[in-house]
């Protein structure tokens, strides 16, 4: 919904008809740069750039008013605007398009000199509005990457080496030609391609080509050995995010002491739509087309592979069928391009699922270690976090760890929605052996949410107090928090009874700059198989732009996250991913899909993102509900059927 969403913003600021707007995706350009990039990721669509838009809207509205004013000879601050047009004292009109020759000719106003129109003059922000992208999405017009056909275009299927670090060894170039419609086979210093007139023979083409791959380095990685590696690394102290008070003193002198250890594994994006790249690589420039969240990085990448200069790089930027941080990388794009410059003409490149799934950059693998000190009401007076995981941050901007401690990492951890007297944060970067780790909808808190709530779960279990009370009683110093845990509990009726093996669990959040609480009601079998029944999420993102894409953003969120919950991890053996396809990454079955309903708060703070903040909650609200049902808690995911059968 972001398309919408910054088009509402302007539209809404610069006052114009929303019927009568269309977006563009921009290409990459230093003007359209902010903080030296251009990127959609972190939620950061609508709280990053409302000010900028709306500031940017109203000078744009200053300026066509003293155009009208200059044409009327009229002090600016008499007129008024109307849906694109300027509007005097007498009802006499001015189109803004018969104003901007004018207008772009006078100097532009301050950005903070202009008068931002108050929520009561909204028409647009706050309230339902329909999007843009759905028509073209409902009815199949709606062109993604994949869909890019450029005449004179060939299509590649690719196979990746199966280990990181691995080559091409052996590969029946014959066989492969041999196959009607194949036209060449390429190497790469990592894959190979064969590139056809049309999917199905480039993948019989691959097929008979029957690679045999040298797995170099990485070929005896496993979970196992990066699970042992990370229990033996946690043990040790990591880079200090928080220190308040003295938690050791805390520690010795409390009531009750209580520790555990948390996992949650490698996940995978599995977007709908597959890597895919489509290029045209000449020697004077290149022509690109594809869905890339950052699409100026795209261009740098590829200039700096192909030795052409930026601006010889056109990109046709599509929209795409899921990203949730995957195209955050560009690793897909420069396979293509080590394709392309060895194709005569436009060539597009697409991944298998199986391709997609074995080749990701996964959410990384966390081991983490928590302990608290009770006092003898079983309040927390004590609280120390360990998250020992891969850090992104050191691969993609390596000066954001000159602490030690990696931002994302600790995203939840480091500033818990609650008040401890006592608390220590740490990260220990813990980089597995053999495998890319990059953001997966939500990074730090998709992980942390898991481990602060499902403990602050059992630190209410040991205290014997109903899980929301023991929450509200550590939400008094947060209004916000306390409010969404409070409409949550209304609305998901907890506390009333439930059936035998069913329950209710809770989460509570800030992330992203939305407060969040979810409660999560779910049915274990005999035979331990889990049936989520019903999701609700309270939701306080600040001032809203469309109620109707929040809610949207929280359903998709939730399932997204009870997917990876109940079926998501992604495990290694021989330098190889065992899962290959969603007959063993599976994805939830559209009979398995809860209720999902979403409750907003009315507020007038700054925008916060909704993008990933359902996905992180739903982890602990499952657990602890499972907990609920059936007194099991579970502190490694995905969860496990055989752990819940009933004895």
Known sequence: GTHTAHAAIIADEVGVDFADVSVETAIPADAYRWGGSMGSGGSQGVRRWND????????????????????????????????????????????????????????????????LKQPDQFKLLGKPTKRLDTPAKVNGTQKYGIDAMPEGVKIAAIAISPVLGGKPGKVDREAALAVKGVRQVVLTGSAVAVVADHTGAAKKGLEAAAIEWEDGPNAAVSSAAIIKHLEEESLKPGAVARNDGDVEQALASAAIRHEAVYQLPFLAHTTMEPMNCTLHVRKDGCEMWVGTQVIAAAQAATAALTGLAPETIKIHNHIIGGGFGRRLEVDGIMHAVEVAMQVEGPVKVIWSREEDIQHGYYRPYYYDRLSAGLDAQGKPVAWTHRVSGSSIFARIAPPVMASGVDPDGVDGAQHPPYAFPNIRVEFRQVEPQGVMTSWWRGVGPSHNIFMVESFIDELAAIAKVDPVEYRKGLLTENPRALKVLELVAEKAGWGTPLGERQGRGVSVQFAFGSYLA??????????????????????????????????????????YGLTAGLYGAITFADGRVEQSNFDNYLPLRIDEAPHVETHLVESVEAPGGMGEAATSAVFPALTNAIFAATGHRIRTLPVNAEDLKKA
Not at 53 to 72: F, I, S
Not at 525 to 536: E, H, L, P, W, Y
Not at 542 to 558: C, F, S
């Open 518 to 559: 979810m409660v999560l009601e779910t049915a274990v079998a005999d035979d331990g198989t889990v049936k989520v029944d019903r999701i609700v999420t309270a939701v306080d993102c600040g001032m809203t732009v469309n109620p109707d894409t929040i809610a949207a953003q929280a359903e998709g969120g939730a399932l």
């Open 52 to 115: 900028h838009l709306r500031k940017g809207a109203a000078q744009a509205r200053a300026l066509l008013v003293q155009a009208a004013a200059g044409e009327w000879k009229v002090d600016a601050a008499t007129l008024t605007t109307k849906d694109g047009s300027v509007v005097d004292a007498f009802g006499k009109t001015l189109a803004y398009g018969d104003l901007v020759d004018l207008a772009a000719a006078l100097p532009v106003p301050a950005a903070d000199s202009v008068q």
